[in-house]
């Protein structure tokens, strides 16, 4: 069953989305060779705490952490450790607040120090896979046009597309109805409708869409062992039309940041 959001509600998960969006926009003031997820891990916590959020991952399904942070190869749902990250990693931060009942859940792809060519163009075209997704969204249009768009220009680009995860519905659970594949059919799915909030989350492999899971029972991985990327925004349909929820504003401002410190 798919809950449809009062206006009131949309406001509520937009508040819990930014307080993600500025987790991930101190987060990229922190990332940087030495650093570990486990560190990046606790100063998520302590901040979303600090802006009167729980975090949403921690407990959730028995999830450890309050940040899932995959490293290269891991595709999502990395456990946070203390294995320092070495320039040319890439580092996806997935993360979610709960304010007044409802979630915010939003990632974000970082480059550690200089990244190779192809795993830079790798970040590029997923992120703008999440643009064309969003694109997609309006009110008479189906789930599937969604996944269409992602799913054309990742492999446009010779990427892999991940078939075993998808988005989501949002509210007052993290993953609620409907599910929105990054692949797909134009016109098939759902059709969307006034009050819809979901979460479009493209993950693109630089090499096979075939991933596995580990034996920790969370992180997911690409099967050839090449790099992932993952980017998440949370978006509501207000008027007929895509209202983006989250932001990448933060991040954006504390990456500009630490380049002219460089």
Known sequence: ?????????????????????KTLGMIASEVQ?????????????????????EPGFLGLYDFPNSLCTSVNEQVV???PNNRPLESGDIISVDCG????????????????????PDIQKLLEV?????????AQVEAGKRIGDIGFAIQQHAEKHNFGV???????????????????????KRG?????????????????????????????????????????AHFEHDV?????????LSTFEYVEKALAAKATTV
Not at 11 to 21: D, K, P
Not at 33 to 48: N, S
Not at 218 to 228: L, Q
């Open 33 to 53: 060779p030495g650093v570990t997820p486990l560190y990046l891990d606790k100063l998520a916590e302590a901040f979303i705490r600090d802006h009167g959020a």
């Open 97 to 116: 607040a709960k304010k007044n009942g409802f979630y915010g859940d939003h990632a974000y792809t970082f480059a550690i120090g200089e990244v190779s």
């Open 236 to 244: 509501a349909i207000v008027n007929g039309k895509a209202e983006v």
């Open 126 to 134: 997923t992120k703008e896979c999440l643009d064309l997704g969003i």
């Open 77 to 79: 749902h990395g456990i």
């Open 1 to 21: 069953m798919i809950f449809y959001k009062t206006p009131e509600e949309i406001e509520l998960i937009r508040e819990s989305a930014l307080i993600v969006s």
């Open 188 to 228: 098939r799915g759902v059709v969307m409708k006034n009050g819809l909030v979901i979460a479009i989350e493209p993950m693109i492999n630089l090499g096979t869409r075939r991933v596995k899971q580990l034996r920790d029972g969370w992180t997911i991985i690409a099967s050839d062992k090449k790099p992932s």
């Open 162 to 184: 991940v078939r075993e995860l998808v988005g989501h519905g949002l509210g007052k659970l993290m993953h609620e109805k409907p599910e929105v594949p990054n692949y797909g």
